[in-house]
């Protein structure tokens, strides 16, 4: 009698699925109760609305990871070549054309959806910077080569995406120089590289501020150096400029050790974005320092799952892909819980997998697959060796 396949086979690392679930798991749980005040304004209260809304990404989300994980990485090499040009076509079009709110284009509308096109720029980027970096390991030591092949790639994207959105230029500039320095780029070069890039762009912020010109050019250049100001200012003034990160401590401080329980929320309801940016306060205030200490083991151990896949891949261009994606999302999520404890200036960042959002979740969950083909390909590997 033939043994039956299931239906739907997971295949790569058990843990980082195991992971995937629990953070799905979390998700469902905590937007359900932090969209309450949200359904009140625009769904008439249905507050099962936005969590049947935030359930449908989540399942398109995992179709996209399941598909992702099953076609062979070597595959995305190419394709990361076609989509890293694609990605510079699409953030050229949105600081053009695409949605402005709070003076930034960030958005592009399709078929009534909003795709942040950063987001496929950091996919894409990760993908073509693993390629590059295979195609370059015998002139890493090179500065024009490395210049030309890995530095101004890395630029293009973060100059497109730096005028509407400073926090992910950052953190796509932090993760690509991580990436490069693990496949070998001498730290003298990445060192010159960054004193260059820092040095460039606070010329271009002071210029923002004070002449006209430039300033239209870069209009939140004013609100960038207010997040810093008012992060390293005494917040003990009872001033509307801290209400987001005072309405965030209060939340933690609810939540205490064992937090006030699933659904029991008080913050949820004055707390600006408590469904995405400020998601991760809302899970200590419910579920206390324990729920909150749970979800960072959790990315923690996303991290050490993704660095093994890069210890034990026998391909290069395998290897730097993991680890540059997993790079990506851990030092996002690291950021939001950072922000929302008042350990970094706020940034706008949402909590990978967990937050609400749309498009989002869906590349996000299309980054993990991709990981998982790498692992999925290392197993596959193993068996066969074993078999020999």
Known sequence: MKERKPYINLEGDKTIWAVVFLLMLASILVVYSATGALAYKNAAGNTWHYFLK???FLVVGFFAMYVTHIIPHRYYSRLGQLAFFISLGLLIYTL????NL????RWISIGGHSLQTSDVAKLALMMFLARQLVKCKDYLCDWKEVTWKLFIPLTAVCVLIFPANFSTAALVMLTGLCLLFLGGVYFRHIFAYVGVMMGTAALVIVLA????AIQQAFPRAQTWVNRVENFSADKSENSDVFYQVSQAKIAVVN???KGRG???SIQRNTLPHPYSDYIYAI????YGLIGGAFILILYMVFFFRGRRIFSLANDPYGAYLAMGLSLSLVIQALVNMAVAVDLFPVTGQTLPLVSMGGTSIIFTCITIGIILSVSRDLNILKVKYAAI
Do not use: R
């Open 262 to 264: 699933p659904g029991k």
């Open 54 to 56: 935030h359930g449908m």
């Open 255 to 257: 939540g205490g050790i």
């Open 209 to 212: 501020l004070y002449v006209p």
């Open 96 to 99: 053009v054309a695409g949605v």
């Open 283 to 286: 899970i200590i205030e419910e």
């Open 102 to 105: 709070n003076n930034a284009s």
